[in-house]
């Protein structure tokens, strides 16, 4: 079954600090996405990206980056110049397209301070 | 609008009731999801529903049930509600473009308290 890990509980920087969220999964599919989400303190579930196991292109949206690795089965997250509205908890995600069952990470909290 | 809506956002029971959570969405997708959020496991799959007459069980769905009345509605129950049953529900909707396109949007969250 598939796993995903996100060893990192929480994390606290101060503003403009860049920070990097890590993700480990395990699979045994070839074929998979894997998705992070983020959870402000209102509490909804905000999406912020899909990737395709088969394609390991590096992303950058803004301040965010991801760096997928399938080497080492990571796909972390950066967050560059982090302000103090980063401030949530951030989940990784698995999902395999064939048994359709998406599972999510504990969830790393991150606190950027003025 | 929101396109994702779940009610009550709120809800304080007592154990042995039943109660129901209830999701609508106006994105026109055909898959429905709930789950629950528990502090430091993450969100579980409760059910799935991929149309109106699919309903399949997910990683935890022992004492809940649910319904899909239409493509937009997808309710969750529980038969006689327990204390560990108290978390932070989360539907959510997709709609699987082609391979690789599936992402889920979920809505605002229900908690839940059982006394």
């Known amino acids: 079954a598939q796993k995903v890990t996100q060893a990192q509980t929480e994390i606290s920087v101060v503003e403009k600090e860049d920070v990097t969220l890590d993700c480990v999964y395990e699979?045994?599919?070839?074929?998979?996405?894997l998705f992070w989400y983020k959870q402000p303190p209102s509490g909804e579930l905000v999406f912020l990206i899909r990737?395709?196991?088969?394609?390991?292109q590096n992303e950058i949206s803004g301040r965010y980056s991801w760096n997928f690795q399938k080497s080492t089965s990571s796909f972390n997250f950066t967050i560059t110049a982090s302000q103090v509205v980063d401030s949530a908890v951030y989940f990784c995600a698995l999902s395999e397209p064939y048994n359709n069952d998406m599972r999510f990470g504990a969830g790393t909290r991150l606190t950027v301070k003025p | 609008d929101a396109d994702v809506t779940q009610t009550p956002r709120n809800r304080i029971t007592k154990t042995g009731k039943r109660i129901m959570l209830e999701c609508s969405q106006t994105?026109?997708?055909?898959?429905m999801y709930w789950y629950r959020q528990d502090p430091g496991l993450g969100l579980r799959l409760i059910y799935y529903?991929?149309?109106?007459?699919?309903?399949n069980k997910g990683e935890i769905s022992d004492g809940y049930s649910v319904s899909r009345q239409a493509q937009a509605k997808f309710s969750l129950s529980l038969e006689s509600a327990i204390p560990n049953q108290t978390a932070l529900y989360f539907c959510a909707t997709s709609d699987l473009q082609g391979p690789h396109q599936e992402t889920q949007y979920f809505g605002p969250g229900t908690r839940l308290l059982v006394l």
């Open positions: 990737r395709n196991s088969f394609d390991e």
């Open positions: 699979t045994r599919d070839t074929t998979y996405y």
């Open positions: 994105k026109g997708h055909d898959r």
């Open positions: 529903s991929f149309d109106v007459k699919d309903i």
